[in-house]
């Protein structure tokens, strides 16, 4: 089958660019590893309008939902590779599937950003964890760091405090960066003890568990931290090296340039969502959604142009 678009990237801006395609009698196909996106990272959602109060996990299956009753093939899979023929798009699946359309847009949204340090791959799975909403339940009554300082890491750090017994947030920078109402809630949270200007050296453990972590500055006269585990919420990078045999411009961290009309330098490539520069300004669902539906729009006059729609 030769779909209208293909939409890599299963988040609410790929679900939303599904959504509107559909809407206007596009065949779309989605594809993505993670249905929802890392939207359903997030444990509490209290800033999509018209929903006061919703987990990450609900809303992104709710886009999910909606996009499939709305006509939305959706495939639980990675992009390996993608091509082009002249005018049709190839897509090629981790599982060596092939996908054809007459369009592209990239959705692919951000993979979590990792400390580096000595220690951090070692013990993953064992302590160290990106996904507080995933994995806060595994510190009952335990002593745990989170480093960051935005929101996710502030709206993580008070999720862990539903469980653990002290949440040391530890952040590079005199003040924290978040919405003032995240600031807020860590800062009146007994449980949740801020680190100013300090930055993790080492995550050390005893082979099978995290055990303690070093530190670039003392910390009651001691340049090491005990805890039992460590959450990294230090923001994201751009999910998009599999995107070189098109040749799309990106800028120079791999965020792909868009213009307003989420249109990319390749002819039929279109792109929303956390992966384009255009979301630098702020990296919201909200945002998101937003580029999606703008890229879908773009997509469905770009075929109405070319005299591509199907009849």
């Not at 959450?231 to 307003?260: A, C, H, R, W």
Request: aromatic content about 8%.
């Amino acid at each position: 089958m030769l779909y209208d678009v293909i939409i890599i990237g299963s988040g609410p801006a790929g679900l939303t660019a599904s959504i509107y395609t559909s809407r206007y009698k596009l065949s779309n196909l989605v594809i993505g590893k993670l249905p929802g996106g890392t939207i359903t990272y997030a444990d509490k959602v209290q800033n999509f309008p018209g929903v006061s109060e919703i987990s990450g996990v609900q809303l992104g299956e709710k886009m999910l939902s909606q996009a499939k009753v709305l006509g939305g093939e959706i495939v639980t899979e990675n992009v390996k590779s993608l091509g082009k023929n002249h005018d049709v798009f190839t897509v090629a699946s981790e599982y060596d599937k092939e996908y054809q359309s007459k369009t592209l847009i990239i959705a692919s949204g951000t993979g979590r950003r990792k400390l580096n340090i000595p220690g951090e791959g070692e013990y993953v799975g064992k302590g160290v964890s990106y996904c507080t909403n995933c994995d806060a339940p595994f510190f009952k009554n335990k002593t745990v760091i989170l480093v960051g300082g935005a929101n996710s890491a502030c709206s993580g750090a008070i999720h862990l405090a539903e469980y653990a017994q002290k949440v040391y947030l530890v952040y590079r920078k005199s003040e924290l960066r978040a919405e003032p109402i995240w600031v807020e809630e860590v800062k009146s949270n007994p449980k949740i003890e801020v680190i100013y200007d300090t930055n993790l050296l080492e995550i050390i453990g005893d082979g099978s568990k995290v055990t303690q972590v070093k530190l670039d500055k003392e910390i009651n006269r001691e340049m090491s931290l005990p805890t039992d585990g460590v959450f990294v919420e230090i923001g994201g990078i751009p999910t998009s090296n599999f995107l070189s045999s098109l040749e799309v411009e990106m800028d120079k961290s791999g965020y792909i340039v868009v213009n307003e009309e989420m249109v990319t330098n390749v002819q039929g490539v279109f792109a929303a969502g956390d992966v384009t520069n255009k979301s630098l300004v702020l990296q919201q669902t909200v945002t998101a959604c937003a580029q999606g539906a703008i890229a879908g729009y773009s997509v469905f006059k770009y075929l109405k142009q070319n005299k591509r729609l199907t009849k």
